[in-house]
């Protein structure tokens, strides 16, 4: 792992931060048997809006990006 990398448990959950090398993370994920992960960002009330997507998916994502509503972005905390 990289020194910016981090990688922490939660539950049965992994948590991975940014800093850490595709090689690094697909190995990690495949240690794991990790199938899925969730992709987001934060709203403006700290609220994290995401969704889950396949590894296959997510792997093509970092190498050419993917489209995202960004409405959520603006939602907040009240909105249902």
Do not use: N
């Not at 992709?39 to 970092?62: C, E, I, Q």
């Amino acid at each position: 792992m990289s020194p910016a990398g981090v990688c922490s448990q939660v539950g049965r959950r992994f948590v991975y931060s940014a800093g850490m090398e595709l090689e690094e993370l697909r190995e990690l994920f495949e240690r794991h048997a990790i199938r899925r992960v969730k992709v987001g960002g934060f709203d403006v009330d700290g609220v994290l809006r995401g969704k889950y997507v396949a590894l296959d998916k997510f792997w093509s994502v970092t190498q050419g990006g993917f489209g995202f509503c960004d409405v959520i972005f603006g939602w907040d905390i009240g909105d249902v």
